[in-house]
């Protein structure tokens, strides 16, 4: 999955860096914060997940293979693989 900051230093779970092909929202996911985000609907009333919502949801079930997009998101993804409890299981 790609991980993207938001504005407010959140760690996003998406697929490109700008909201317009799969949200009803439009701009860059740096651009806005994560309550910004999730007002978003991503079809079918999904909403972007935050890569902590995501590791929760993977725990035991399958291997996150994590792709960091933008700069400055390191520090926090490896944060929060950690706190996930998947330190050594997340590539």
């Known amino acids: 999955c790609d991980v993207h900051?938001?504005?407010d230093g959140r760690v996003?779970?998406?697929r490109?860096?700008?909201l317009e092909r799969t949200t009803n929202g439009?701009?860059?996911?740096?651009?806005?914060t994560l309550a910004?985000?999730?007002a978003l609907d991503a079809g079918k009333s999904e909403k972007i997940p935050t890569l902590e919502e995501l590791l929760d949801l993977v725990r035991g079930r399958a291997t996150p293979f994590i792709e960091l997009k933008g700069q400055g998101v390191e520090a926090e993804v490896a944060r929060l693989v950690r706190a996930a409890g998947l330190e050594g299981q997340a590539w």
């Open 5 to 7: 900051r938001t504005r």
């Open 16 to 18: 490109g860096e700008t």
């Open 12 to 14: 996003v779970v998406r």
């Open 26 to 32: 439009a701009g860059r996911v740096a651009e806005r």
């Open 36 to 38: 910004e985000l999730k």
